[in-house]
Nanobody, 121 residues
């Protein structure tokens, strides 16, 4: 069984910063991609950022140059450093990971429970 636990969501003023964390635990052989999505009230869930096993990164245009995704493979953890936060960044942020749980077992996606980020103007 694999679980992803997120932390770091909070209320912050516009222009502020936050760091989200997401740690995986359980039977883990390896982790491929790690990433973040978010869902604002009344809107569909949207892609935010992803980091590959080789450290390559990609960002949604809306967060490029403000957010940085990173990972600590020793801790099975992915981070999202968010700077210059704006009210439109208000959302529940969900992490995900493509996790391999054994030899010759295909990777499957696991999701965190979500953490609330609220940016006040």
């Amino acid at each position: 069984q694999v679980q992803l636990v997120e932390s770091g969501g909070n209320l912050v003023q516009a222009g502020g910063s936050l760091r989200l964390s997401c740690a995986a635990s359980g039977t883990i052989f390896s982790i491929n991609a790690m990433g973040w999505h978010r869902q604002a009230p009344g809107k569909q869930r949207e892609y935010v950022a992803v980091i590959g096993a080789n450290g390559s990164t990609n960002y949604a245009d809306s967060v490029k140059d403000r957010f940085t995704i990173s990972r600590d493979n020793a801790k099975n953890t992915v981070y999202l450093h968010m700077n210059s936060l704006q009210p439109e960044d208000t959302a529940v942020y969900y992490c995900y990971m493509a996790i391999v749980t054994g030899i010759q077992v295909p990777a499957r996606f696991y999701w965190g429970q979500g953490t609330q980020v609220t940016v006040s103007s």
